[in-house]
T-cell receptor, first 113, second 114 residues
C-alpha cells in the first residue's frame, strides 16, 4: 500500500494560464475524490469518481475546471484560465465503495500570480 | 459551504493533558469522521463513528456522537507534542451512498507544548 500520490506538489502559474494536476489513488480503491482547501479552512468537496464515472460535481466546480479518470485509475484535474482566487491546496483522496474513510494525498499547492 | 462548526478554533495545552474538541453539524448523517492535518500537508483519517453509535475508542482517542444535538466530540488523552496539528470533523450525509462527499468543519488547531 503505497498511499495516494499527487503531482506536482507545488505549482506557481501566471493568471490566465492552464494547469493540470495528477492524482494516483491507492490501487484497490475504486472511488477518487478532489477537494480544495484554502488557508485556515477545512477542505471543500469538488468532485468524485467511482471507477471512471464522474458521479458528482460541486457547484464550486466552475466550467473552467474539468476532471477525468479515463481508465478508472489515476485522475487529472485541469484548471483553465487560472484566476488568483484559484490559489489553494488541491487534495485528492481515495476509498473503497461502502467504506466511509477516505485516504488523502499530500496535496498540490497552487499559487496564481 | 462548510456544514460543521468546530470549537474551539484553537487550543493550547501542556504535554500529558487531555484535549477535547467539539463539532456541530446541520444535516442528518450516515457517519462522522475525524481527521488530522499537520501543517501544510494531507489529511490523515483518525476515526469514524456511525450514526447509530454513541461512543468509539481508538488508542488514545475517544469520540462521542449525539445525533439529537447534531454534535460530536473528540478527546485525545495524555497528549504528546506530536499531536500538534489541525483536527477536522467531516460528515457523510444521510440520503447519499456512504462513501460519497465529505463535508468538513473549519478545524481546531491544537498545540501541545513540551
Amino acid at each position: 500500500d503505497t498511499g495516494v500520490s499527487q503531482d506536482p506538489r507545488h505549482k506557481i502559474t501566471k493568471r490566465g494560464q492552464n494547469v493540470t494536476f495528477r492524482c494516483d489513488p491507492i490501487s484497490e480503491h475504486n472511488r477518487l475524490y478532489w477537494y480544495r482547501q484554502t488557508l485556515g479552512q477545512g477542505p471543500e468537496f469538488l468532485t468524485y469518481f467511482q471507477n471512471e464515472a464522474q458521479l458528482e460535481k460541486s457547484r464550486l466546480l466552475s466550467d473552467r475546471f474539468s476532471a477525468e479518470r479515463p481508465k478508472g485509475s489515476f485522475s487529472t484535474l485541469e484548471i483553465q484560465r487560472t484566476e488568483q482566487g484559484d490559489s489553494a491546496m488541491y487534495l485528492c483522496a481515495s476509498s473503497r465503495s461502502g467504506r466511509g474513510e477516505q485516504y488523502f494525498g499530500p496535496g498540490t499547492r497552487l499559487t496564481v500570480t | 459551504s462548510q456544514q460543521g462548526e468546530e470549537d474551539p478554533q484553537a487550543l493550547s495545552i501542556q504535554e500529558g493533558e487531555n484535549a477535547t474538541m467539539n463539532c456541530s453539524y446541520k444535516t442528518s448523517i450516515n457517519n462522522l469522521q475525524w481527521y488530522r492535518q499537520n501543517s501544510g500537508r494531507g489529511l490523515v483519517h483518525l476515526i469514524l463513528i456511525r450514526s447509530n453509535e454513541r461512543e468509539k475508542h481508538s488508542g488514545r482517542l475517544r469520540v462521542t456522537l449525539d445525533t439529537s444535538k447534531k454534535s460530536s466530540s473528540l478527546l485525545i488523552t495524555a497528549s504528546r507534542a506530536a499531536d500538534t496539528a489541525s483536527y477536522f470533523c467531516a460528515t457523510d450525509a444521510a440520503g447519499e451512498t456512504s462513501g460519497s462527499r465529505l463535508t468538513f468543519g473549519e478545524g481546531t488547531q491544537l498545540t501541545v507544548n513540551p
